[in-house]
């Protein structure tokens, strides 16, 4: 059972656009979210969190938006550059009582030149 | 530069033959975490250790252990490794739960 789901395996872009990156959760004890940026070869790397006080956040190119009552996230990369392409881990945690992320299996953004 | 180190980045064993990955860290974290990942899947937490403290996820099966020697050390031991036990090995670190978490490059284990 899925509590964190990535619908979309695969999403490519034009250099310049906006990348929409979304992220589904099932358990609502999910008060923490974060993003993940992978390349081949490499482990994960952070990339930006959001809290359930929040709706959104920002850090430069890359923005988080949580919608709490549909139990929806979703990253833009705005603009979008080749150096983006990498598969976009979603994770989620409790952060009361709840140690463990929980991870979508990811999507893979390619951004063409 | 602080960071999370895994060796051996590639790992072929035979099957049943026991197999130790490693990974260490210069983060001072008090948490460190073992990750197994197959190929298009989510990263599957197998267990972590809080400092000294050992949790093992209800679903990871017994063949897995762990050892945390010291802070900087944490060991994944694998005792019989079977053909799907083949996968991206993950370490990660944290701070404190439920902060972000920094990954390792991963070790490849391949199972003949």
């Known amino acids: 059972d899925q509590q964190v789901k990535q619908n979309s395996p695969s999403l490519s872009v034009q250099e310049g656009r906006i990348s929409i990156l979304n992220c589904d959760y099932t358990?609502?004890?999910?008060?923490?979210f974060l993003w993940y940026k992978k390349y081949p070869a490499e482990g994960p790397t952070f990339l930006i969190s959001?809290?359930?006080?929040?709706d959104k956040n920002e850090d430069g190119r890359f923005t988080v938006f949580l919608n709490k009552s549909a139990k929806h996230l979703s990253l833009h990369i705005v603009p979008s550059q080749p150096g983006d392409s990498a598969v976009y881990f979603c994770?989620?945690?409790?952060?009361?009582?709840?140690?463990?992320?929980?991870f979508g299996k990811g999507t893979k953004l390619t951004v063409n030149p | 530069d602080a960071m999370v180190i895994q060796n051996p980045r590639y790992q072929v064993t035979q099957f049943g033959k026991p197999v130790t990955l490693s990974c260490s860290q210069t983060?001072?974290?008090?948490?460190m975490y073992w990750y197994q990942q197959k190929s298009s899947q989510a990263p599957k937490l197998l267990f972590h250790?809080?400092?000294?403290?050992?949790?093992n996820e209800a679903d990871t099966p017994d063949n897995f252990q762990s050892r945390r020697p010291n802070t900087s050390f944490c060991f994944l031991d694998i005792r019989s490794p079977g053909l799907g036990d083949a996968a991206m090995y993950l370490c990660?670190?944290?701070?404190?739960?439920?902060?972000?978490?920094?990954f390792g490059p991963g070790t490849r284990l391949t199972v003949t």
């Open positions: 990660a670190t944290s701070r404190d739960f439920n902060y972000e978490q920094y």
């Open positions: 358990n609502s004890m999910f008060d923490y």
């Open positions: 959001i809290s359930s006080i929040k």
């Open positions: 994770a989620a945690s409790g952060r009361s009582g709840s140690e463990k992320l929980v």
């Open positions: 983060l001072n974290h008090n948490v």
């Open positions: 250790y809080y400092d000294k403290d050992f949790n």
